[in-house]
């Protein structure tokens, strides 16, 4: 269940009722006139079904309670109500498949801003991966893809293009190209610096390397796992199980190629160079075709969905 606390004009009260009490899953309606101050009007507060939360945000968007008032939305942890049980049960779908259009925006909004703490990530990210590959050492490719941030502007992209939202595409689009960009820089000076005082040598990058040699090979099963971690990686935000994330984050290779790119890059290896940046290449384009395809076919079934709800209903 969704809790939504709703900021309205008092001349809108009606309609925003009007529009919860007709919207199949909601319940726990209460009206408080004349309890807000800033903005001014009334607060409404109710409880709807996860899986007829989207519609009605919707619905109250196109009232211009956004502009006007305010919306909030809270995840209810424990809901211990006979109505609430009914109101799920009334609710078309199933809650754990519904998507939230409008919090996964704003999710991925927040992911892909190219701040300085995910400028940090994704650059200790690609300096662990660079002692792994270096070092020939799985576990320290695997802790640098979970502690790489990179999947959340991949999911901006693919949200942006199914959502049609160009800011949120440059947003994503720069989050990925200077945070990849300034991560191999840095990584660039980490390698030589390590080779300075005797801790990296170019022998170890180009010796055999059983365990991390993939991240400069790309082959199919390089872009099938990245189309399997888009989709699973999609699935996760949008049903809000984000534990799935990090099994995600350590099924691509996208950090620990950029750090082999790097420390090639820093010893002039220019074969390892061009297929670690084709390997990045390759699981980028995966994810992103693969999360996107994803979302289409969600908003696909959840309009036929609404569809057939609407149809019952006979609105």
């Known amino acids: 269940m969704l809790h939504l606390r709703l900021i309205t004009p008092a001349?809108?009260?009606?309609?925003?009722?009007?529009?919860?009490?007709?919207?199949?899953?909601?319940?726990?309606?209460?009206?408080?006139p004349g309890t807000a101050r800033d903005p001014a009007g009334d607060v409404v507060l109710c409880d709807v079904a996860r899986e007829a939360g989207?519609?009605?945000?919707?619905?109250?968007?196109?009232?211009?309670?956004?502009?006007?008032?305010?919306?909030?939305?809270?995840?209810?942890?424990?809901?211990?109500?006979?109505?609430?049980?009914?109101?799920?049960?009334?609710?078309?779908?199933?809650?754990?498949?519904?998507?939230?259009?409008?919090?996964?925006?704003?999710?991925?909004?927040?992911?892909?801003?190219?701040?300085?703490?995910?400028?940090?990530?994704i650059t200790l990210a690609t300096m662990i991966a660079a002692c792994g590959v270096v070092l020939d050492n799985a576990i320290l490719i695997v802790g640098a893809m979970a502690v790489g941030p990179e999947f959340g502007p991949l999911a901006g992209v693919c949200t942006a293009l199914v959502r049609r939202h160009p800011r949120l595409a440059l947003r994503s689009l720069t989050a990925l190209l200077v945070g990849f960009g300034v991560a191999m820089a840095v990584t660039v000076g980490f390698s030589l610096f390590m080779d300075a005082v005797g801790l990296f040598d170019k022998s170890q990058l180009e010796g055999k390397r059983p365990n991390t040699a993939f991240v400069y090979a790309p082959d199919a099963f390089s872009f099938i796992v990245a189309v399997l971690a888009g989709i699973a990686g999609t699935l996760s935000l949008t049903s809000a199980k984000s534990g799935a994330l990090v099994g995600v984050a350590i099924s691509v290779t996208?950090?620990?190629?950029?750090?082999?790119?790097?420390?090639?890059?820093?010893?002039?290896?220019?074969?390892?160079?061009?297929?670690?940046?084709?390997?990045?290449?390759?699981?980028?384009?995966?994810?992103?075709?693969?999360?996107?395809?994803?979302?289409?076919?969600?908003?696909?079934?959840?309009?036929?969905?609404?569809?057939?709800?609407?149809?019952?209903?006979?609105?």
């Open 11 to 32: 001349e809108k009260t009606d309609e925003v009722v009007r529009l919860i009490e007709k919207t199949v899953g909601t319940t726990h309606l209460v009206v408080l």
């Open 54 to 121: 989207d519609e009605l945000i919707h619905g109250l968007r196109r009232l211009g309670l956004d502009e006007t008032g305010a919306i909030a939305v809270e995840d209810i942890g424990l809901m211990l109500s006979r109505r609430a049980d009914k109101a799920e049960e009334e609710a078309p779908g199933e809650g754990v498949d519904a998507v939230l259009w409008e919090g996964l925006t704003e999710a991925t909004h927040e992911e892909s801003t190219l701040s300085v703490t995910y400028l940090a990530f």
């Open 254 to 315: 996208t950090v620990p190629a950029a750090a082999n790119a790097a420390v090639a890059l820093a010893y002039g290896d220019t074969s390892q160079t061009l297929g670690s940046t084709d390997q990045l290449l390759l699981n980028l384009l995966g994810i992103v075709l693969a999360g996107t395809l994803t979302l289409l076919a969600q908003q696909w079934l959840w309009a036929r969905q609404r569809a057939r709800t609407a149809k019952a209903g006979g609105f």
